[in-house]
């Protein structure tokens, strides 16, 4: 068994944790020459094969590398765009890495959020009373477990709702915080 | 060992079709809860592929909480079929994948007089799939 990463959420939804243990990253390198078989894009700051999925690069594949070098999002190492150098003839044969993109911090902060609200979702359309939120997500490469702790509930104190009570009371009647003050 | 309750829904979010055979807890008004269901199902698909480590074949498959289990089915047309179970049932992609290719194209889209697109009218696919579910191993008539 292998525990791929674990993310801790607090009470609102943001992400206060996250470790990454193990990847299994499929990623392919191969040497091409122009012109490029694949369509690229460009896609939230990052390459992405669009279309001519083969060997084993799929479409949603991210350009990782460049002649051995990583590429850094759009950019290749040395500064220039990635799509801009590989649509010029002249930079051919060329070998390029694709792989499944690696999560960004920003995109490991929303998917935390996302997730947040699919739990509550989840007990909200239970055709069962009392459901907790999404315990297990299964999926064909993984499984996602989620526990939710008791200090996930706010913390009542019934004498600070009475004492607030009456303090509103007796301002009201003072007429200090009345309406039409 | 029972069902609770099953959607099916197209490629644009309109739901097809709703049964329920045990189900203790309504979630609201019935229009807004196909919305509601069918954007989780839109969100949990986004969130999987995202998350995902390799590349996904069949993709998001089921979910648990502590009540139910919802079983989940989308074909490359995308159809959608959803089933909220207890939580003693296993995998049941072949059943889903029955009522998609056994009910659902056989009797409604194979069928001239029935539109695509909107509600299932056809009181034939009704009764048909209520008799399969009803068939199933885990179903059983007193919930629970």
């Known amino acids: ?181 | 060992m029972t069902v609770h309750n099953l959607y099916l829904f197209d490629r644009n979010g309109v739901c097809l079709h709703y049964s329920e055979w045990h189900r203790k807890k309504q979630a609201g008004i019935p229009k807004e809860e196909y919305k509601l269901m069918y954007g989780m199902l839109f969100s949990i698909r986004s969130f999987v592929s995202k998350m995902s480590p390799l590349d996904m074949k069949d993709g998001f498959l089921a979910f648990q909480t502590s009540r139910y289990k919802l079983h989940y089915y989308e074909t490359p047309t995308g159809i959608k079929v959803v089933m909220n179970t207890d939580l003693g049932v296993g995998p049941i992609r072949d059943v889903l994948h029955h009522i998609y290719s056994a009910l659902y194209v056989e009797l409604v889209v194979k069928n001239p007089l029935c539109p695509l697109g909107q509600t299932v009218q056809s009181e034939l696919f009704r009764s048909r799939l209520d008799s399969y579910v009803r068939s199933l191993p885990f179903f059983s008539a007193r919930a629970g």
Request: proline share 4%; glycine share 8%; hydrophobic share 40%.
């Open chain 1, 1 to 181: 068994m292998a525990i791929f990463s674990v993310y801790v959420v607090n009470k609102a939804g943001g992400l206060i944790y996250q470790l990454d243990s193990y990847a299994p990253r499929a990623e392919a390198e191969k040497t091409f020459s122009y012109p490029l078989d694949l369509l690229l894009k460009l896609h939230d700051e990052r390459v992405l094969v669009a279309f001519g999925q083969r060997y084993s690069i799929r479409v949603g594949h991210a350009v990782l590398a460049i002649n051995g070098m990583d590429v850094n999002g759009r950019y290749t190492a040395d500064g220039k765009e990635v799509l801009e150098y590989l649509g010029n003839p002249a930079n051919y044969p060329v070998s390029i890495r694709f792989g499944r993109p690696r999560l960004t911090s920003n995109e490991k902060l929303m998917l935390a959020s996302m997730f947040h609200s699919l739990f509550a979702i989840g007990s909200q359309l239970s055709p069962e009373q009392g459901s907790s939120g999404i315990e297990m997500l299964e999926t064909d490469t993984f499984k996602l477990h989620c526990y939710q702790t008791l200090t996930e509930m706010p913390i009542r104190c019934e004498l600070f709702d009475q004492n607030l009570k009456l303090a509103l009371e007796v301002a009201e009647k003072a007429g200090t915080f009345g309406p039409g003050s």
